[in-house]
């Protein structure tokens, strides 16, 4: 199967070392105290933010620290697939620990004890990248809702198909099986937050597929910020300031 051409393009049209086209929106949850859709080409996450607040479970109550929790779900209706599936399958409880832990290592955790944050993730459209794209929803969304951060966390992916390295895996390089490395970052503080692969690579091509995953972090870190001060600048907008 060829996944670059001659030409030196991908099947969806892009360059090897280009990002597929990204969009998100805040606000888009009426009740949450904060809430974004993101969007990384066709894939399309929502992702919703509730807290801090008091803790539900007394005996999971932390004092000096807020307790994070997180739920992923992807409704068959995002990939097509008729296959039933059982609430809390394993795919979906692994992500729903993934993303918690990446949260965790950028929510100032210790500013709101004893208090409880609830981040929840579904997947609208699912065309490769959605764990990505689920953990950018969620940082735009834990920034909607004033959580103090240490940074913005962000996620891309990248993988290595025809001896060739690939920026931000479509579902159809994705479902290659090749090689693919997710990694969020912490831009600010330079610091790695989540590094994930799925099968091998020699160590040289692991460095640069590594390495290109980081620049797109970095690329929409920098998309991001952008959304976020548009939005300060509509609601100076509508307060008149």
Not at 3 to 28: C, F, K, Q, S
Not at 74 to 92: E, L, V, W
Not at 179 to 192: A, F, N, R, W
Not at 211 to 227: D, R
């Amino acid at each position: 199967m060829e996944y670059v051409n001659p030409e030196g393009i991908r099947e969806d049209g892009r360059r090897p070392l280009e990002m597929r086209h990204l969009h998100a929106e805040i606000g888009t949850v009426a009740r949450a105290d904060g809430s974004a859709v993101f969007e990384m080409g066709n894939t399309k996450v929502i992702a919703a933010v509730y807290g801090p607040r008091e803790v539900q479970n007394r005996s999971q109550q932390l004092n000096d620290q807020a307790l994070v929790r997180c739920e992923y779900t992807m409704p068959n209706f995002s990939t097509g697939d008729r296959m039933r599936k059982p609430k809390g399958d394993r795919r979906s409880t692994e992500i729903s620990l993934v993303i918690r832990q990446t949260m965790e290592a950028c929510i100032l955790t210790h500013l709101m004890p004893r208090s409880q944050i609830d981040i929840y993730v579904q997947v609208l459209s699912a065309d490769g990248g959605t764990r990505s794209a689920c953990i950018n929803a969620a940082t735009l969304a834990l920034a909607d809702a004033g959580i103090p951060m240490r940074d913005l966390v962000t996620s891309c992916s990248a993988g290595y198909l025809n001896s060739t390295p690939l920026l931000d895996l479509s579902y159809f390089e994705d479902s290659a099986g090749g090689p693919d490395v997710t990694v969020g970052i912490l831009p600010k503080l330079d610091k790695v937050t989540l590094l994930q692969m799925d099968a091998r690579l020699p160590i040289d091509i692991f460095e640069i597929v590594v390495q290109l995953a980081t620049e797109g972090c970095k690329a929409v870190a920098n998309y991001i910020h952008e959304v976020l001060l548009e939005n300060t600048k509509q609601l100076e907008y509508r307060r008149g300031l």
